[in-house]
């Protein structure tokens, strides 16, 4: 090829020409002006040779597998136009000497590993046109000198590490079309600056820590299609100048902290196809002029605070796909405000205050995939036209007041993945053409009026991991096909029916079951012993039957306490509280002997205890009238108070805090209000007012007490100190240790406090959430589920060491007992299981101390991460993109610790209860520590190593 030095031109690509770039080719062919070597596996360096080409104008070396650094030689080439090394592997900082190339116009050197900063020399470009630099790995600020690149007009700094505040010297960039920033490390404002680039048509600063509102200056950008601002941590309102952007076709502004109300003037945005607002604190309603984005297609609220009505105007948006208004407080008549969606995939309205019946027309939206309307206040029939929508994977219909039978035209959702009606007053049979539904792997038909028989067509769903029929008026025996479900492994529930008849054995097919309850039903005959192979059962609950005979010698049967038996007929075995099986029977004569033995012994007996009776009884009066008298003067002050001085604290508490003023109010909760109070003695200590127990009876305020008393026991340094608990009729309060620095909350969600919280401080914060509930669960006499961790209940005491509190919602664990209750906690940290089997265990609380141990490592809650691991494509995430940004690198030393506690927290979060971690084992391992690991560089790794990293 060295006869061809005299080209101009050479242009080999898409080739898979393998190999290195040889020097030689450099020195050969010095009057080359364009040279394009392209989509080739070219690998190796770029020889420094290469500044020998002086006439070159074009050098296009992307798309292979081009390695080292960026040679400084390029300087030579002064003629240079375009140069794109973008798609290799290319290391190192860019060199600054770059800034001598004048008549430079595009600047290609996106998808490398090129580290370092951005050179300021770059601003000496002043004809460049394109810069794109995103998806490296470019730390430190933005040069202020990218300011002079007048004639720019694309700008991807995109997917780097950079940090610092947003130069307002962009503002200058008048030409600019296309900026983004995104997926970096920036923080500060939004400069008001960047408002002057009036031909820009996109706009993403998402995926970073920027502060403050949103300046009202951005609504100068008239040419503005898409922007992006999600992800943030900015502030405010919205402002109403973005109603200015009619050519606005995307607007994200998700997952930040914005406030106030949706303005009116959002409905001049008549072209918008995405509008995504949701994870934020936003107030009042949702406009009327929604109605007027006839071309929306995406339209999220969901986690703000919204009311009002959702507007009938939103009929009007027919072209939607997908629509998420859930965790806000809407209200409205469903069968007016929605209209027919032909196009709509993903539909949840799901915990609002929406009312009405449900429409037949939801049968027209073909393409629904997932329709939920749970937590509402929905009446009426279920419309058969539901059967339509053979697309249909997720129907949740729960916790509403709907009435009537189950259609049977559901039989037709062959694709249906989840069906929940429960929570609500759906009378008649269950529909046997619910069998059909093959690929149903979750069935919630509880606290209903269903009656009838179980229809043995459920032994069709071959597919059942959760069945459950509780608390309806079920008859009939439980059909042996229900011994079909194999695969049937979180719970399987018919109590509190009236089945009868005998248990098949077949129910012992159920291998993977965990817990299996038939409690208050009307079941005879005996235990199957086929029971006994059911190795995966957890807990059992057979009570309240007419059942005899032995109970199977299995562990879960064995270790169940006698509650789980009682009320039956006679079952026998090596159960406390239950008769052995070999225990003699009583014969006829041995019952004539018998009455003899009452005749001549026990009347006898029984005169003189009478006798003694009624001496005592003198003496019990006279003691009952002096524990009157006390009881009378106590009565005065009807209050309990332990580990504290009666009377004294309770006034001294009251009178610290003026008798629970607002201004001594420190947080706000589910539970109460919790209050600051400085006592005489000079000891500061955290006080939670309950709301008033309404509702509970004798019983239930004794056993919650009892369990308050068992909570004051607890001491470990990792959990706040509960001193005590007061009730008193006007006042009911829990007495905490005061932690200086608040909730772990309210530090992430402070810039400058977050960033105090260092790499090696949030290592540890995790570690003692983790040894906190090690403790709970496993140090204790009986384990103890906190229920409600969160990042909010995460305290911190003035060296910043992590404290759990709030045990409001604790409940004492009763071993291989059954734990159902209601469902509590924090929206977001609620392990997943607890939506549809309502059952308490040690592994919701690893759950929550997942997403908690996430929280603190990404600084802000991971829902979104969650949400997204079900995508294989976004395990290829890298660790440091979802990193909290407002903090530098770890450090090589702490580094092995901030990838292993992400991995441990990623294998918390799984959603098979069984396939997590118990706390013995995290805070054991992360005790441990994991010195080194060999995943390559910490900047390369990626969530799919992290979760395939074995824990």
């Known amino acids: 090829m060295a006869n061809l030095s005299h080209l101009s031109e050479l242009d080999i690509s898409s080739n898979e020409i393998r190999g290195e770039l040889a020097p030689s080719f450099f020195t050969s062919w010095t009057k080359l002006i364009s040279l394009q070597f ?77 580290s370092g900063s951005i050179p300021a020399q770059l601003g000496n470009l002043k004809n460049l046109v394109e810069l794109a630099l995103h998806k490296n790995n470019l730390t430190g600020p933005i040069p202020p000198a990218l300011g002079n690149l007048r004639n720019l ?125 949701s994870s934020n604190l936003l107030t009042g309603s949702i406009p009327s002029s929604l109605g007027n984005f006839t071309k929306l297609e995406h339209f999220t609220a969901f986690d703000n605070h919204l009311n009002g009505e959702i507007p009938k105007s939103f009929r009007n948006c027919t072209r939607l796909t997908r629509v998420r208004l859930e965790g806000n407080q809407l209200i409205g008549n469903v069968s007016k405000i929605f209209g027919v969606y032909p196009h709509l995939y993903f539909m949840d309205v799901s915990n609002n205050r929406l009312f009405g019946e449900l429409s037949p027309n939801w049968g027209e939206c073909r393409n629904l995939t997932m329709l939920q309307f749970s937590g509402n206040m929905i009446t009426g029939r279920i419309p058969p036209e539901i059967g339509w929508l053979t697309r249909l994977r997720v129907l949740g219909l729960s916790s509403n007041r709907l009435v009537g039978e189950i259609p049977k035209e559901l039989g037709r959702l062959t694709s249906l993945f989840i069906l929940n009606l429960s929570d609500n007053q759906l009378s008649h049979r269950v529909p046997q053409e619910i069998g059909r539904l093959s690929n149903l792997e979750i069935l919630d038909l509880s606290m209903n009026n269903l009656a009838g028989p179980i229809p043995p067509q459920l032994g069709n769903c071959f597919k059942l991991r959760y069945l459950k029929l509780s608390e309806n008026y079920l008859n009939g025996s439980i059909p042996f ?149 006390v009881l009378e003067r ?83 340094r990792n959990i706040v100190k509960l001193y005590g608990f007061c009730s008193h009729a006007q006042f009911s309060f829990l007495i905490y240790e005061y932690m200086e620095r608040g909730s772990l909350t309210s530090i992430l969600s402070n810039d400058r406090r977050a960033v105090e ?59 291989d007992s059954s734990n159902w209750t209601m469902l509590v906690g924090t929206y977001g940290y609620i392990a997943p299981e607890l939506a549809f089997t309502m059952r308490v265990t040690e592994k919701c609380d690893v759950y929550s101390f997942g997403v908690v141990a996430l929280e603190v490592m990404m600084g802000r809650h991971p829902g979104e ?3 997204s691991l079900s995508s294989p494509s976004r395990h290829d995430t890298l660790l440091k993109d979802m990193l909290d940004q407002r903090l530098s690198d770890p450090t090589a030393e702490i580094a092995p610790e901030v990838l292993f506690e992400v991995s441990m927290a990623l294998s918390c979060i799984r959603l098979d209860p069984n396939s997590r971690p118990t706390m013995h084992y995290v805070a054991q391992e992360l005790s441990i520590g994991r010195p080194s690991f060999s995943l390559g560089p910490f900047y390369a790794l990626t969530l799919r190593q992290l979760m395939d990293l074995k824990v």
Not at 515 to 523: D, E, F, K, R
Not at 548 to 570: D, R
């Open 38 to 114: 392209q989509k080739n596996q070219h690998m190796g360096k770029i020889p420094s040779q290469i500044g020998l080409l002086k006439h070159l104008q074009i050098l296009y070396l992307f798309d292979n597998q081009i390695s080292g650094s960026i040679p400084t030689q390029l300087e030579n080439l002064k003629n240079l136009v375009e140069l794109a090394l973008y798609n290799n592997n290319l290391t190192g900082p860019i060199p600054p000497a770059l800034g001598n190339l004048r008549n430079l116009t595009l600047l290609y050197l996106y998808s490398n590993q090129i």
């Open 481 to 629: 096909q229900i011994g079909n479900l194999i695969h049937l492994q979180g719970a399987l529930d018919l109590s509190h029916n009236s089945l009868n008849g005998e248990i098949s054995s077949q129910i012992g097919n159920l291998q993977m079951l965990e817990m299996l309850n038939i409690s208050h039903n009307m079941l005879s005959g005996s235990i199957p012993k086929s029971f006994e192979g059911m190795l995966s059962l957890q807990s059992v609950d057979f009570s309240y039957n007419d059942l005899e005979g032995p109970v199977p010698n299995s562990k879960a049967f064995q270790k169940a306490l006698a509650e789980a038996f009682i009320k039956n007929k006679g079952l026998c075995g090596e159960v406390q509280g239950l008769r052995p099986c070999n225990a003699p029977s009583t014969s006829h004569g041995d019952a004539r002997k018998g009455r003899q033995v009452v005749i001549f012994i026990v009347l006898p007996l029984m005169v003189v205890l009478f006798l003694l009776f009624c001496v005592s009884s003198i003496y019990y009066q006279r003691w009952r009238n002096k524990e009157k008298e």
């Open 757 to 815: 919280l260092d790499w090696t401080l949030r290592v540890k914060v995790i570690k003692g959430v983790a040894h906190a509930l090690s403790y709970m669960h496993h140090d204790c006499t009986q384990p103890i589920v906190h229920r409600d961790l969160s990042s909010n209940n995460v305290l911190l005491n003035s060296e910043l060491e992590a404290c759990v509190s709030d045990f409001g919602t604790a409940r004492l664990l009763i071993p």
């Open 153 to 277: 007009t694309l700008l991807y700094l995109y997917s780097n590490q950079i940090s610092g505040s947003i130069p307002a010297q962009l503002g200058n960039l008048k030409n600019l079309v296309k900026l983004s920033l995104s997926n970096n490390c920036l923080t500060g404002p939004i400069p008001p600056a960047l408002g002057n680039l009036r031909n820009l048509t996109l706009l993403y600063l998402y995926s970073n820590q920027i502060s403050g509102s949103i300046p009202a200056q951005l609504g100068n950008l008239k040419n503005l299609v898409e922007l992006g601002l999600c992800n943030n941590s900015l502030t405010g309102p919205i402002p109403p100048a973005l109603g200015n952007l009619r050519n606005l076709t995307l607007l994200h502004l998700y997952s930040n902290q914005i406030s106030g109300s949706i303005p009116l003037e959002i409905g001049n945005l008549v072209n918008l196809n995405k509008l995504a607002l």
């Open 865 to 867: 991460l969650i949400s």
């Open 634 to 716: 106590s009565s005065r002050n009807p209050f309990s108070i332990w580990n504290y001085d009666g009377i004294d604290a309770f006034e001294q508490i009251v009178e610290a805090t003026e008798g629970f003023d607002d201004k001594y109010c420190i947080g706000t909760g589910g539970y109460g209000k919790v209050y600051k109070a400085n006592l005489p003695s000079g000891q500061v200590v955290a006080v939670k007012k309950l709301h008033p127990l309404e509702g509970r009876d004798q019983s239930d305020q004794r056993s919650f007490r009892n369990e308050i008393r068992a909570l004051t026991e607890i001491r470990h």
